[in-house]
C-alpha cells in the first residue's frame, strides 16, 4: 500500500509540474511574441493587402497564409463567419506566405487577381478544390492558373501581371515581414497587431472578443 501511495504521489508531482512546466512555456512564448509584434508594428500589416469586412471597423485580423495549406483552407470558412457574427466590427486582411513548393507562383496569380478586383472569388476557388492542384503538399501552379481560368478574368493580364515587378515587390514584402514576425506555420494571426501564440479557432474568437470589448 505505501509503495501504491508513493507511486500516486510521484506520478501526481510529475504531473503538476509538467503542467506548471508547460504554462510557463506557454506565457513565455506569447510575452515574446507580443514584444516581437510591438516592436515590428509596420510588419503586421500592409496597405494593399485583400482585405473583406467594414472598412471602418474597429477590429482587424491580419493572416499570413499559404493557398496550399490545408489548415489554411479549413479556416477561410471560419474567418467568414466570424466576420458575419460582428458585423460592422471586424474584417480580415489576408498576407502572402508561400512555404509550401510551387506556392509562390500560386500566391502571384491571387495577387494578379487582386488587382482586378478578383482575390476573393480567386482564393475561395482554390480552398475549396486545394486537393485537385496539389500534389503531396506540392502546389502544381498550372492545374491552379486552369481553375482560375473558369472565373471571369482577363486572362492575359492575369498572366501579365502574374510576373511583373508590382506583384512580385508585393509578395517578396509579404515575405519579408513573415520572417520579421518569425512566422513559422500557416495560418498565423494577428488581432489588431498582436499574434494568436495559442492555436486554434475558439482561440482566435476568444481573442477577437476581447478585442471588440476593448474597442467598443
Known amino acids: 500500500m505505501n509503495k ?75 474567418i467568414n463567419d466570424i466576420i458575419k457574427n460582428y458585423p460592422g466590427k471586424v474584417k480580415v486582411e489576408m498576407r502572402y506566405t508561400p512555404f509550401h513548393k510551387g506556392a509562390d507562383k500560386v500566391v502571384a496569380m491571387l495577387e494578379a487577381a487582386h488587382l482586378q478586383g478578383k482575390f476573393w472569388p480567386a482564393i475561395q476557388l482554390l480552398f475549396a478544390n486545394q486537393q485537385g492542384w496539389t500534389r503531396h503538399h506540392t502546389a502544381q501552379p498550372e492545374l491552379a492558373l486552369q481553375l482560375l481560368s473558369t472565373l471571369p478574368l482577363n486572362q492575359q493580364q492575369l498572366q501579365a501581371d502574374m510576373m511583373s515587378e508590382k506583384v512580385m515587390n508585393i509578395i517578396a514584402q509579404d515575405v519579408v515581414d513573415a520572417k520579421t514576425l518569425e512566422v513559422r506555420a500557416t495560418p498565423q494571426f494577428f488581432v489588431n497587431g498582436k499574434p494568436l501564440t495559442r492555436f486554434g479557432y475558439r482561440e482566435l474568437v476568444q481573442m477577437v472578443e476581447e478585442a471588440i470589448v476593448i474597442a467598443y
Not at 53 to 70: M, S
Open 4 to 78: 501504491k501511495i508513493l507511486f500516486i504521489s510521484t506520478a501526481v508531482v510529475l504531473l503538476l509540474a509538467f503542467i506548471a512546466a508547460t504554462s510557463l512555456f506557454q506565457t513565455q512564448q506569447e510575452t515574446k511574441g507580443n514584444e516581437l509584434a510591438d516592436n515590428n508594428v509596420n510588419a503586421v500589416s500592409r496597405m494593399g493587402s485583400p482585405s473583406k469586412g467594414a472598412v471602418d471597423a474597429k477590429v482587424t485580423i491580419v493572416e499570413f497564409f499559404d493557398p496550399a495549406c490545408e489548415t489554411c483552407a479549413q479556416f477561410y470558412p471560419l
